[in-house]
């Protein structure tokens, strides 16, 4: 049980294609984050959201956009990626920003051909 | 910048006995929380334990406790009478309250329980 569902699990497009992650969480919290795990580096943190607005990017590239429809869920929309864009997505959601820990969803592991 | 150190990037213990994973941090803020993570192969991150920078007392949750010293900066985790089920991937992690609130993680440790 961790309240935070990450669509799909796994997750293979070309580097033409446009995709899209989606995150659920039924946590009733404010918070919401994108962290990218590559192979042998540590979480990278993406993005982050507080009450739908954007409160951070770490200079990721444009070719990732997110999206904060509501407090509940989290997209990733994904264009144009590039092979070293593989890798383990996983959100995160916390009651509030700073507040409390982070509940992880199970990731959406992405492989770009 | 917040750092965090994990100096373990592999770790094998035998089953049943206990296992300590080292974490160390830099910050210059005085409130922060830090918090211990395992990865299974499945990719989920599951919480383990957190320990708040003005907590007097070393932190518990079953079989897993967290050794915190302050003035060197480290939060390792001692995780007692391990298990096969313990094998995976742990991350150590901060945040500091004021100066950022994201939760930043360390490389991690794999610990591998061996029966």
């Known amino acids: 049980e961790t309240g935070v569902t990450q669509t799909p699990r796994h997750l293979v497009m070309g580097m033409t294609n446009k995709k899209s992650l989606k995150c659920e969480q039924h946590l009733g919290h404010n918070a919401m984050y994108w962290y990218k795990q590559s192979a042998k580096k540590p979480l990278e943190l993406m993005f982050v959201y507080n009450f739908k607005e954007q409160t951070e990017n770490n200079s990721v590239p444009s070719r990732f956009s997110p999206e904060c429809p509501n407090s509940s869920h989290l997209f990733l929309h994904l264009h144009t990626l590039q092979p070293e864009d593989s890798a383990l997505y996983l959100c995160?959601?916390?009651?509030?920003?700073?507040?409390?820990?982070?509940?992880f969803g199970q990731g959406t592991r992405l492989t770009v051909v | 910048a917040q750092k965090i150190t994990q100096t373990q990037p592999g770790m094998f213990v035998q089953e049943k006995e206990a296992v300590t994973l080292d974490c160390t941090y830099d910050t210059s803020d005085q409130s922060y929380g830090l918090f211990w993570y395992k990865q299974p192969s499945s990719g989920e991150m599951i919480f383990l334990i957190y320990?708040?920078?003005?907590?007097?007392q070393n932190a518990t949750e079953g079989r897993y406790s967290l050794n915190f010293q302050k003035a060197r900066k480290s939060a390792n985790l001692v995780i007692s009478a391990s298990q096969l089920g313990d094998s995976a991937m742990y991350f150590c992690a901060m945040r500091e309250v004021f100066n950022n609130n994201d939760m930043r993680f360390g490389a991690g440790t794999r610990l591998t329980v061996k029966p």
């Open positions: 995160a959601s916390s009651q509030n920003i700073g507040q409390g820990r982070a509940f």
């Open positions: 320990q708040g920078s003005y907590d007097e």
